[in-house]
């Protein structure tokens, strides 16, 4: 374990003196403990002073020193308190639910990773380290709540990442949930703790990275570094590629090559690869090759598309081959996963399985229509690309606001099959509309009324739990950040108000059994991803400053923001980056 040091020390006191000389009427031995005081002072002013961070303290571990981020200010200041406007009281409205989430889960389940907020219970599913701690750490930083945040940093201090010897840590989620709620943690505080537990946790799960193709295994024990294979024979593609962004910054952070080679690696297994369009869901463990024909943006695939943007426009946009490989991949997705249903024209994204659209519809695949938005607004895409790109995102997001619209509940099912009854492939309605003279609106984008009825909804339930996910309301997020477009948020509220009528129990929210009940049963579960996530965007969302800018925070895929960082000359030599 490393040393913690997250307080700053207080100036030494006075001591008894011995008195031999005077200077200005005092002992001279009593002048000693001010000089201290003076010294002391000024060490820890200085950062405050010129910007710098607190070099010194960085945990022994780390081999270099921590990089100090210039552009981006850290500290940033609260929202300016500015009149209350209606959407400064929504955002209130959200951190007041994130602070009734929190607090049960303090005082019901801390220390077990998260809260059963029905029976005020608790449960041990992600190590048993506390995950709603790390994983709602960034946002305390970033509602103000710094108590809370300062709090939590005691129990983040004592956490040392052990298991016992025949328990392992999921790779994908505990790089996601803990070592991003760590680093976006530290990258808004700068706190040393973070970024020393941060180097601790990176450090303890590489062996995850040891299988001959470099695409890790679904789990690790931290202690033995023994490793375990998930249920399925191959490497899941959104386990192989949700983790550059997070052990890339790490590297940056802390000069550790490893951290950096092992992560790229895999980013070479998929140039290697020479996939044309589509990648697929699941890759051989022994080759680093595709090992299976279907493709989706939802479960098993969706942060994998997110990781070849975002690990680009995280380093500065410094290796353009992750671009090509998101832009190639969104080709695909654009070209022969998009729908759209006959009768109210909903255009959704689905799988194909072996040649065959299943023509489900997947919360999970919500996220799509914020990351074309981040995509449009970061990249400099052709024109054509660029309206494809618009449309698909404006009408996805759409039917995903559909979703919650039309139930009795305002919330939105799981899982949804897509109506059969002739669905069209979306590029074939643009091209008839193109062709047609461009009569009425674009395919997809019409305003749509809502529709209570469910056999009239154009879709049917096969998931009908609302589990609390962020995926719909990340999109209205950077749709409304990309767009100033006020509906956006509309829609927002309107989720944040029926989470607050469904979802809200005595200890904190509950997922929903059922969204198409009016008086639908609580589940009795809280995933930490609701404080990471769902809370955290609804919050940016109506808050009116733009606290994080897109084009100086990356968000990893459980929304922990990274800042915008750009290699040294000596990185690039030291982990060979060429461009
Ligand atoms: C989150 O843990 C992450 O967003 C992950 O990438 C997939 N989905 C869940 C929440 O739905």
């Given amino acids: 374990m490393l040393p913690v040091h997250f307080k700053r020390p207080s100036a030494p006191s006075d001591r008894p003196a011995l008195l031999v000389k005077s200077f200005f009427g005092r002992p001279l031995l009593r002048w000693v403990p001010v000089v201290i005081g003076l010294v002391v002072t000024f060490y820890f002013a200085l950062p405050f002073l010129t910007g710098e961070s607190f070099l010194n303290d960085a945990p022994s571990s780390i ?43 303090k005082r019901h389940a801390h220390t077990y990773d998260e809260l ?3 029976t005020g219970r608790q449960v041990n599913n992600f190590n048993g380290w506390g995950v709603t701690v790390f994983d709602a750490l960034d946002t305390m930083w970033i509602m103000d709540l710094k108590d809370e ?3 939590a940093l005691d129990f983040v201090a004592q956490t040392t990442f052990e298991l016992q010897a025949n328990s392992f840590a999921p790779f994908f989620e505990t790089v996601i949930r803990y070592l991003g709620g760590l680093l976006s943690a530290y990258a808004l505080s700068r706190e ?8 601790d946790l990176g450090r303890m799960l590489l062996p ?7 695409l890790p295994n679904y789990a690790v024990n931290t202690v033995t570094g023994k490793t375990r294979a998930g249920w399925a024979n191959g490497v899941l593609w959104a386990e192989a590629l949700s983790n550059q962004m997070e052990y890339k910054y790490l590297a940056h952070l802390t000069g550790r090559p490893e951290y950096y080679n092992k992560t790229q690696y895999i980013m070479e297994k998929m140039y290697e690869a020479n996939v044309t369009g589509l990648f697929p869901t699941m890759w051989d463990k022994t080759l680093g090759t595709p090992l299976n024909t279907h493709f989706s943006v939802g479960a098993f695939a969706d942060s994998a598309h997110e990781y070849l943007l975002k690990q680009y426009l995280l380093s500065g946009k410094s290796d353009p081959k992750t671009k090509d490989l998101y832009l190639r991949s969104m080709t695909g997705v654009i070209n022969e996963l998009l729908y759209i249903t006959s009768d109210r024209k909903l255009l959704y994204v689905t799988d194909l399985h072996n040649d065959s659209p299943t023509h489900n519809l997947e919360h999970l695949s919500c996220f799509l229509p914020g990351l074309l938005a981040l995509g449009i607004h970061t990249l400099e895409l052709s024109p054509r690309d660029k309206e494809l790109h618009e449309w698909a995102a404006r009408g996805i997001a759409q039917t995903c606001w559909m979703t919650y619209h039309d139930q009795p509940t305002g919330l939105g099912p799981d899982k949804v099959s897509m109506s059969m009854s002739s669905p069209v492939l979306w590029t074939d309605a643009i091209e008839e509309w193109e062709t047609g003279g461009q009569i009425g609106p674009v395919p997809g984008l019409q305003d749509t009324p809502r529709e209570p009825t469910p056999n009239l909804q154009n879709y049917s339930r096969r998931k009908a739990a609302y589990l609390l996910r962020p995926e719909t309301v990340e999109s209205f997020y950077i749709l409304w950040r990309t767009t100033g477009e006020e509906r956006w948020r509309e829609y927002g509220w309107a989720v944040f108000q029926s989470i607050e ?3 809200r129990t005595k200890y904190g929210y509950a997922s929903i059994y059922d969204v198409y009940e009016s008086e639908p049963q609580p589940l009795d579960e809280m995933p930490s991803y609701f404080l990471a996530e769902t809370l955290k965007y609804l919050y940016l969302l109506f808050t009116d400053e733009d606290i994080l800018p897109l084009d100086k925070w990356v968000f990893n895929t459980e929304a922990h923001p990274f800042p915008i960082f750009e290699w040294d000359a000596w990185e690039k030599e030291r982990y060979h980056i060429l461009s």
């Fill in 501 to 503: 009528k469904h979802a």
């Fill in 149 to 151: 945040f300062y709090e």
């Fill in 192 to 199: 040393p703790v973070l970024l020393t537990r941060a180097d």
């Fill in 63 to 105: 081999t270099h020193k921590p990089i100090y981020h210039g552009p981006v200010n850290p500290h940033h200041p609260p929202p300016i308190a500015g009149p209350a406007t209606v959407w400064s009281d929504r955002a209130d409205q959200v951190k007041a639910a994130f602070v009734h989430a929190y607090a049960g889960y």
């Fill in 116 to 118: 059963l907020p029905v």
């Fill in 208 to 214: 995850a990275f040891d299988t001959p193709s470099g």
